[in-house]
């Protein structure tokens, strides 16, 4: 697994020199032999690989009100023992919203390294950010135990107050290989 996390970081486009400088980082920390995955909650190790999935329809992305980090941001979740980020998020898009992954890029377009807020504070995750094609009009029947609520925002009114640190930065990557015809994540 180790080696195919590192395949998949270096696959990684930097967006900026915070995403260049995260992935240097992160591929630094898997050379290392320390441990990838969470063992324990919330925070042994204290550093561990997430993967998130955004829902795109059009200009659209749906994201999740998450209990514990009290943030929007976009569902996903620990990568568990003998799963590759991809098979975390196949697994999590069910278990989270009732529906099956439908990746518009097979690979993550984006590295995030953030400390957690909220009720579980204090350690890092590694996040590794899929694009799925996401449907407005589908419903979802979402984990009530992780999420007060799950909304589509327009990507012009994002809850801007509240919402996961990277996002913006993400939304622009987004756009940014739409322009360069690297996916298609418009309709």
Not at 10 to 23: G, K, N, R
Not at 73 to 90: C, D, I, S, W, Y
Not at 106 to 122: D, H, S
Not at 123 to 131: A, G, M, P, Q, R
């Amino acid at each position: 697994m180790r080696i195919k996390v590192r395949a998949e970081l270096q696959s990684i486009e930097p967006l900026d020199a915070i995403e260049e400088q995260q992935i240097r980082s992160s591929i630094d920390w898997i050379d290392s032999g320390a441990e990838l995955i969470r063992r324990r909650k919330p925070a042994t190790p204290p550093r561990h690989l997430v993967s998130y999935f955004a829902l795109i329809d059009g200009d659209w992305i749906l994201l999740v009100d998450h209990i514990n980090a009290k943030l929007w941001l976009p569902p996903g979740g620990h990568v568990e023992a003998g799963e590759t980020p991809r098979q975390t998020v196949e697994r999590e898009v069910h278990e989270e919203l009732g529906i099956p992954a439908d990746f518009l890029v097979p690979y993550p377009i984006f590295l995030t390294v953030t400390e957690t807020v909220g009720l579980t504070a204090g350690h890092v995750d590694v996040s590794l950010w899929f694009v799925l094609k996401g449907c407005r009009g589908q419903p979802l029947d979402f984990d009530h135990s992780e999420f007060h609520e799950v909304r589509w925002f327009h990507r012009d009114a994002l809850p801007l107050d509240r919402m996961e640190p990277n996002l913006l930065r993400f939304m622009g990557k987004l756009d940014k290989s739409y322009r360069a015809g690297q996916a298609s994540l418009r309709r």
